[in-house]
């Protein structure tokens, strides 16, 4: 299939992501969407939890089919596609997802919510990606806005020079795109 990335076969020059998306879809890291014919990357698009843990596994290198009989607590397996379990429990068995909590005290995992930046960076600095460090932050006008659990990953990522904000924010809470994400792992590469 020939590569499409978004609208790119319409419009001259290069967009920012091409380099990091041709580095993940080079390393099947990111396999993209066919439609007639054309791979499209989907660069804009949001990054699910069930998918981040798919891109992070081949990242990684894992052979998902290892984690098989791994248990996990999340109440929401079932919601988990069938393409994304075995991943979903290497990350939880290698300790880079938590999931998240339920009021009545149980974990779910949430396959479809959408990633915000903080959980991605906090994933990736959890699979120790890089030595942790520590960055000032104060350069951002949102850093005040990081959830505690994820301060020492961006601080660790910015450091690192993985992570550099944009517009002089760092949107924690914002969402990952998939383009954002190739970038993250193509600097990590």
């Known amino acids: 299939a020939t590569a499409v990335l978004g609208e790119?076969?319409?419009v001259q020059g290069s967009p920012w992501y091409r380099v990091y998306v041709d580095y993940a879809l080079a390393n099947g890291i990111l396999t993209g969407e066919v439609k007639d014919d054309l791979l499209y990357a989907n660069?804009?698009?949001?990054v699910?939890?069930?998918e981040f843990a798919v891109l992070l596994c081949r990242y990684l290198g894992l052979n998902a089919e290892d984690y098989a009989s791994v248990e996990v607590p999340f109440t929401d397996?079932?919601?988990?596609g069938s393409?994304?379990?075995n991943q979903v429990k290497a990350m939880y068995a290698l300790g880079i997802v938590n999931g998240v909590a339920n009021?009545?005290?149980t974990q779910s995992f949430?396959?479809?919510?959408q990633l915000s930046r903080a959980q991605a960076v906090t994933m990736m600095g959890r699979a120790g990606l890089v030595e942790m460090q520590s960055a000032d932050l104060s350069q951002f006008s949102d850093a005040g806005k990081i959830p505690a659990y994820a301060l020492e990953h961006f601080q660790?990522?910015?450091a690192a020079g993985v992570i550099s904000g944009s517009y002089g924010k760092l949107d924690p809470n914002g969402t990952m795109t998939r383009a954002a994400v190739c970038k993250v792992l193509s600097l990590l590469g």
């Open 8 to 10: 790119e076969n319409f």
């Open 43 to 46: 660069p804009d698009r949001g």
């Open 48 to 50: 699910t939890r069930a």
């Open 77 to 80: 397996m079932d919601k988990v």
């Open 83 to 85: 393409w994304a379990v």
């Open 103 to 105: 009021s009545d005290g």
């Open 110 to 113: 949430s396959p479809q919510g």
């Open 156 to 158: 660790t990522m910015v």
